[in-house]
C-alpha cells in the first residue's frame, strides 16, 4: 500500500515522502537537512531508511537540503540530466548517487512504476511524477506555470493527488507588497499555479475512487489554507466527487501518512474468510461493488525517450542506455 505524507510546503521548501512496505522516497529537499531529519523522525522515518529522493527541479525551495544530506548519507538522488548538470556544482563536499531519469520515460524502482513528464516552469527541465504500485496511483505535481493537456493526461485516473496552490488570484492582484514584475512572474506560464487553475484540473481528474487532494507550495502573502480548500472542494462537488479529502500541507509540521487508495477489500477479507455457499453470490457482488476502477491503459511514453525494461532498479538501466551512467561516475 502506498502512503504519503509531507514534511512541509511551502514557497520557503517542500519536502514530501512517499512509502509503500518495500520502499520508503523523499520527494524534493526544500527543507533543510536538519529539519528533514527532524521531521522524518516525527512521522516514524529516519534518513537511512531512505531509498532514494526524486527531484521535480533544481530550484532552492526543492533542493536545499541535499547537498548536507548527502554529505552524511548515500541517498539516491534521481532527476533528469540537465537539473543534474544543474546541480552538480552545489555539491561541494558531498559525491551524491545520480540516478538519472529520462523525461517523458518510466522505470521500475523496486516496487513502483515512477514516470515524470514534463510540466511548464521557469527551470530547466521541470518534471511531475506519477507514481504506481500494484494497486494506488499517486500524482504529484510541483511547480507548474499552467495545466497542460499531457498534465491532463498523465494525471487521469491518480487516487491521490499532491499538487502546488500557490497563489490565490483575488490575493495576489490585492498583494501591494510584491512588485508587478513578480506577480506577472509568479502567474505567468511559467510561474505558479493559482487555487483558480488548481480546482480547474481536480474537477477534470474528479472520480468517485479519488481519496484524497494534498494542495502544496501555498504562498503565506497570497493564499489562505481555507480559501484553497474551499475551491478545491467545490470543484469536487461540481463533478460530483463528494468522498474525496482536501488537505492544505503547510511549511511547519507534517501532515499525518495518509493512504494514496483506499483498500477496499481489506475489510471485507478480514470479516469474511470462508463465505458460505448460501451468501458466496452476495459477497461476489459486494467485491465487485467495492473494486477500485480498472487502472486505465498505460500511456505510451513518447518518442524520443529510452524503453526501459521492467526490471528491479532499471534507473541503473536508464543511464546505460544514455550512456550516461560511465560519465556521471567519471564525473562524481
Ligand atoms: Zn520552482
Ligand atoms: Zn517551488
Known amino acids: 500500500m502506498l502512503?504519503?505524507?509531507v514534511l512541509g510546503s511551502g514557497s520557503s521548501g517542500n519536502c514530501a515522502v512517499i512509502r509503500t512496505e518495500r520502499t520508503c522516497l523523499l520527494v524534493d529537499a526544500g527543507l533543510s537537512a536538519r529539519r528533514?531529519?527532524?521531521r522524518l523522525e516525527q512521522v516514524g522515518l529516519s534518513v537511512g531508511q531512505l531509498d532514494g529522493i526524486l527531484l521535480t527541479h533544481e530550484h532552492g525551495d526543492h533542493t536545499a537540503?541535499?547537498?548536507?544530506?548527502?554529505?552524511?548519507?548515500e541517498v539516491p538522488l534521481f532527476c533528469t540530466p540537465l537539473t543534474q548538470e544543474t546541480l552538480m556544482s552545489g555539491f561541494e563536499k558531498a559525491k551524491p548517487r545520480w540516478r538519472l531519469m529520462q523525461t517523458g520515460a518510466a522505470f521500475q524502482f523496486q516496487d513502483l512504476r515512477i514516470e515524470c513528464f514534463?510540466?511548464?516552469h521557469d527551470a530547466v527541465d521541470p518534471v511531475g511524477?506519477?507514481?504506481q504500485d500494484e494497486d494506488s496511483r499517486l500524482g504529484v505535481l510541483s511547480d507548474v506555470g499552467f495545466i497542460t493537456n499531457l498534465i491532463r493526461d498523465r494525471l487521469k485516473g491518480v487516487h491521490t493527488l499532491f499538487m502546488e496552490a500557490n497563489y490565490d488570484g483575488p490575493l495576489l492582484e490585492a498583494d501591494t507588497k510584491r512588485p508587478w514584475a513578480t506577480k506577472q512572474r509568479i502567474s505567468g506560464r511559467h510561474g505558479h499555479l493559482s487555487n483558480e487553475q488548481a480546482a480547474e484540473l481536480v474537477q477534470h481528474l474528479a472520480h468517485e475512487h479519488l481519496q484524497h487532494v494534498i494542495l502544496g507550495h501555498l504562498s503565506e502573502d497570497c493564499n489562505c489554507p481555507n480559501v484553497a480548500k474551499q475551491?478545491?472542494?467545490a470543484a469536487l462537488h461540481s463533478a460530483g466527487v463528494t468522498s474525496a479529502q482536501v488537505h492544505c500541507a503547510n511549511r511547519h509540521e507534517p501532515l499525518p501518512w495518509l493512504e494514496v487508495a483506499r483498500r477496499a477489500n481489506a475489510a471485507l477479507a478480514a470479516t469474511v474468510v470462508v463465505p458460505s455457499p448460501e451468501v458466496a453470490p452476495a459477497v461476489e457482488a459486494l467485491e465487485q461493488a467495492l473494486s477500485p476502477a480498472p487502472a486505465p491503459t498505460p500511456v505510451p511514453i513518447p518518442s524520443p525517450p529510452v524503453q526501459v525494461r521492467e526490471e528491479e532498479d532499471s534507473g541503473y538501466q536508464v543511464m546505460e542506455q544514455l550512456g550516461l551512467w560511465?560519465?556521471?561516475?567519471a564525473a562524481g
Open 129 to 131: 511524477f506519477l507514481i
Open 65 to 73: 537540503g541535499l547537498e548536507v544530506l548527502c554529505r552524511k548519507h
Open 231 to 233: 475551491k478545491i472542494t
Open 326 to 329: 560511465s560519465s556521471m561516475r
Open 36 to 38: 528533514i531529519t527532524q
Open 118 to 120: 514534463p510540466v511548464p
Open 3 to 5: 502512503s504519503l505524507t
